[in-house]
């Protein structure tokens, strides 16, 4: 597979997931292509709800022609599961698929490197960090509230794209709000221009 072609069938990842995006809280939208001889097999992004996961919907879809194939992957497949079920990174290596190339890497507890390792570990062939800058955007909120427990907040006319709004009274700790939505697991918050969104600035909480 050529670098033109990887970068082609990741943006297509890239494409999928953002299409998703704001529906899957609380996991973050994630796309998978699985390629085989130059043809997609397989292309799925998590499902509204956050579950299935990608992987988990491409590779039964995919069926025998999963074996020696290529995953191109947004995030890097679980290598774990918060619900104890077979992770991503399982799903690949049982289908057989011998290469997979990653956009980003999850820091998140269920992966941090994890996934990658298991893929690793089993023989498969693992790139990262294809296309990583245009990846970026579906995975912001998403790592910020990893890093800071609290979601990204940024102005926006519309939400879309968004998996929350911020609607605090004028009377309400903003700063409490805040880390209630990141416990809540949002990751994307939005709020309209005006006063709200001016209080947040002053105090910080606005994403810039």
Known sequence: ??????????????DLAKARMGETWPNPSVGCVIVKDGEVVAEEATAPGGRPHAE??????????????????????CGARSSGRKSCSHFLTEAGVARVVVAAVDPSPFAAGRG??????????????????????????????VETGRPMVRISETGEGFDARFA???KADLTTELNRLGEAGYTRVWVGPGELADALAEQGLLTV
């Open 168 to 170: 605090a009274s004028a």
């Open 116 to 145: 990658v390792e298991r893929l690793r570990k089993a023989g498969l062939e693992v790139e990262t960090g294809l296309l990583s800058d245009e990846a970026a955007v579906l995975y912001e909120g998403y790592l910020h509230r």
């Open 1 to 14: 597979m050529s670098a033109a072609d990887d970068a082609r069938w990741m943006q297509r990842a890239i």
């Open 56 to 77: 988990e919907q491409a590779v039964p879809e995919a069926g025998d022609r999963a074996q020696g194939a290529t995953a191109y992957v947004t995030l890097e497949p």
